[in-house]
């Protein structure tokens, strides 16, 4: 089972009149409801992590362990999308993922991006969108949940 995590507004909520705190990594805290969140879905699916956020090329997957190491959120691995060295919009770097890989594994897309809802039906499924200001909860790694539940179940 698969996460595509995005970060801003998924596990960093935005706020326009608070500036996000940062950890002593350069990178910002997330939410303690989102590590909460995302920590369940972990736990009762096993999925692994794949980033789907902006920041993703910034860091390698070692750092980027650590990076989610300190928000106490422990996992074995990352990956990330391909760089979007090409400038495509996050819709089209998932297209482009969902295209050019064999998908026999359940996964879903935790994003804030509204363009995401334009996905075709057959990948939007798979979508829970956040709010962008509240980040993912506690209903939305329920959703997940069963979507990637569901998932394996069909597959």
Do not use: C
Not at 36 to 65: Q, V
Not at 86 to 115: C, G, P, T
């Amino acid at each position: 089972m698969l996460i595509l995590l995005d970060i801003d507004g998924v596990m960093v909520p935005g706020t326009s009149w608070r500036q996000p705190e940062f950890l002593s990594d350069g990178f910002p805290a997330f939410s303690f409801k989102a590590v909460k969140a995302l920590e369940r879905i972990i736990n009762e699916t096993g999925a692994r992590i794949i980033l789907t956020t902006s920041h993703k090329t910034k860091y390698d997957s070692s750092h980027w362990n650590e990076i989610f190491r300190n928000r106490d959120i422990h996992i074995n691995h990352i990956d990330r999308l391909p760089s979007d060295s090409s400038k495509l919009s996050r819709k089209d770097e998932i297209l482009n993922w969902y295209y050019s890989n064999n998908h026999s594994e359940a996964f879903v897309i935790l994003d804030d991006d509204k363009y995401l809802n334009d996905l075709p039906e057959d990948i939007k499924h798979h979508l829970v969108l956040t709010s962008s200001s509240l980040g993912l909860t506690d209903e939305l790694a329920e959703e997940a949940i069963a979507k990637l539940t569901h998932d394996a179940l069909t597959h």
